[in-house]
């Protein structure tokens, strides 16, 4: 219904590289996850942190409250 922006830093290959060595980018669509605490590389984000993630959790609150 709404749409969500994130911005990302500007990162280097050698940033990429270092995360790729992690475990992190291979159990995830997108290959990061906003809520790692070493996703450094984003910059902002617009909109609902939990649709990001990947749940829309006040939207799914709501249908699930409403459908009661």
Same mark, same amino acid.
């Given at each position: 219904?709404?749409? !969500?922006?994130l911005k990302n830093n500007n990162v280097t290959k !050698?940033? /990429?590289d270092k995360y790729l060595e992690t475990d992190k980018p291979f159990d995830k669509a997108g290959a +990061?996850? /906003?809520q790692d605490p070493n996703?450094?590389?984003i910059k902002q984000i617009k909109g609902d942190y939990y649709t990001i993630m990947g749940?829309?959790?006040e939207q799914l609150q709501k249908?699930? +409250?409403? !459908?009661k």
């Open positions: 219904d709404k749409a !969500e922006l !050698e940033d /990429i +990061y996850g /906003i996703a450094t590389f749940l829309p959790k249908q699930i +409250y409403h !459908e």
